[in-house]
C-alpha cells in the first residue's frame, strides 16, 4: 500500500511539473488579429525554425493588424507570419529551447551581412549566436513566430504566460537585466 501511494504521489508530481513547463511555453489565447494591410503571402505552418532567406538579406516586414481591438503596426517574418519576442530571453542567449521552441520557432538568419528590413523600422536588426543558430533580433530581443499562427496577421501567441508579446517596431531596445528578472523595457 505505501509503495502504491509512493508511486502515485510521483505521477501526481510528474503531471503537475509537466502542467507548470507547457503553461510556460505555450496554450491558446483569445487574442486575435485580422490582416488589414499587407504585402507578403501565406507559408506553410511547421514547427521549425523560421529561416529568412529571402534576396537582399530581407527577413523582417511590417504589416498592420487588429490586436486587443487596435490597429497596430507589428514585425512579421517574410511570409507574413507574426513576430513575438519572449521577456525571459538575454540579447545573446534564448530561453526558449527543446519543445518551447517547437511551439516558438526562432526566426533564423541565414547568410552573411546584417537582416534588413522592407521598410524602414526606427530599431536595430541584428544576429545572435545562440543555441537555435544565428537568431534575428531586433532592439536585442531574439524573434520568434508562433505555431498557432497559421496564417498571415494572425497574433493568437500575444501574452500567453505574460512573457510572450508581439514585436513591434517600436519596441524598446532591450534594458540591462535586473536582480528581479525583469529584463525589459516595454
Known amino acids: ?3 502504491f501511494r509512493s508511486m502515485t504521489m510521483r505521477l501526481c508530481l510528474l503531471i503537475l511539473a509537466a502542467g507548470i513547463v507547457l503553461a510556460s511555453c505555450g496554450s491558446s489565447t483569445s487574442n486575435t488579429g485580422t490582416s488589414s494591410t499587407t504585402s507578403n503571402t501565406g507559408g506553410s505552418m511547421n514547427e521549425t525554425p523560421t ?9 523582417v516586414k511590417i504589416a498592420t493588424i487588429s490586436l486587443n481591438g487596435q490597429s497596430t503596426a507589428i514585425l512579421t517574418d517574410t511570409h507574413g507570419k507574426t513576430l513575438y519576442y519572449f521577456t525571459s ?9 527543446g519543445g518551447c521552441a517547437s511551439t516558438w520557432p526562432p526566426l533564423l538568419f541565414q547568410g552573411s551581412g546584417s537582416p534588413q528590413s522592407a521598410s524602414s523600422l ?7 549566436q545562440d543555441v537555435h543558430g544565428q537568431q534575428v ?12 499562427d497559421t496564417a498571415p496577421g494572425q497574433a493568437h501567441g500575444n501574452g500567453i504566460g505574460g512573457r510572450w508579446f508581439v514585436a513591434t517596431p ?13 529584463q525589459y523595457k516595454y
Open 89 to 97: 530571453d538575454t540579447p545573446t542567449q534564448s530561453a526558449c529551447t
Open 122 to 128: 526606427p530599431g536595430k536588426l541584428s544576429v545572435a
Open 170 to 182: 517600436s519596441l524598446s531596445v532591450l534594458a540591462t537585466p535586473t536582480p528581479s528578472g525583469s
Open 137 to 148: 533580433a531586433y532592439n536585442g530581443h531574439l524573434l520568434y513566430t508562433y505555431a498557432g
Open 1 to 3: 500500500m505505501r509503495r
Open 51 to 59: 529561416t529568412a532567406s529571402m534576396p537582399g538579406s530581407v527577413v
